[in-house]
């Protein structure tokens, strides 16, 4: 199995970026679909965006395309996240995941990390 741990969350300013970042241990990190999800106060995860084993193939939820974009180093077994314009509605913490299954089935993600608080101020 692998191991994730995040970082680069914190306080931004709207119309703000900020890169997050999620380092990989365990396992092959290239043979896992690698996603990140978000989760807001009083609200259910989400997902924001995926990223296929090769790093070839991208998806975005509505709400992030255009201003987000996923990339991945296999061999630094690392997975990014740069967030750009954002915007209060933006504020959650972050989580990384990784799946072993098709890059399409989200509910594939088995493994998460704790997560990284980003807050976007107005």
């Known amino acids: 199995q692998v191991q994730l741990v995040e970082s680069g969350g914190g306080l931004v300013q709207a119309g703000g970026s900020l890169r997050l970042s999620c380092a990989a241990s365990?396992?092959?990190?290239?043979?896992?679909?690698m996603g990140w999800f978000r989760q807001a106060p009083g609200k259910e995860r989400e997902f924001v965006a995926r990223?296929?084993?090769?790093?070839?193939?991208?998806y975005y939820a509505t709400s992030v395309k255009g201003r987000f974009t996923i990339s991945r180093d296999n061999a630094k077994n690392t997975v990014y996240l740069e967030m750009n314009s954002l915007k209060p509605e933006d504020t959650a913490v972050y989580y990384c995941?990784?799946?072993?299954?098709?890059?399409?089935?989200?509910?594939?993600?088995?493994?998460w990390g704790q997560g990284t608080q980003v807050t976007v101020s107005s």
């Open positions: 995941a990784a799946s072993e299954g098709s890059f399409w089935n989200n509910a594939a993600f088995r493994f």
């Open positions: 990223i296929s084993r090769s790093g070839g193939t991208t």
């Open positions: 365990g396992r092959t990190f290239s043979s896992y679909v």
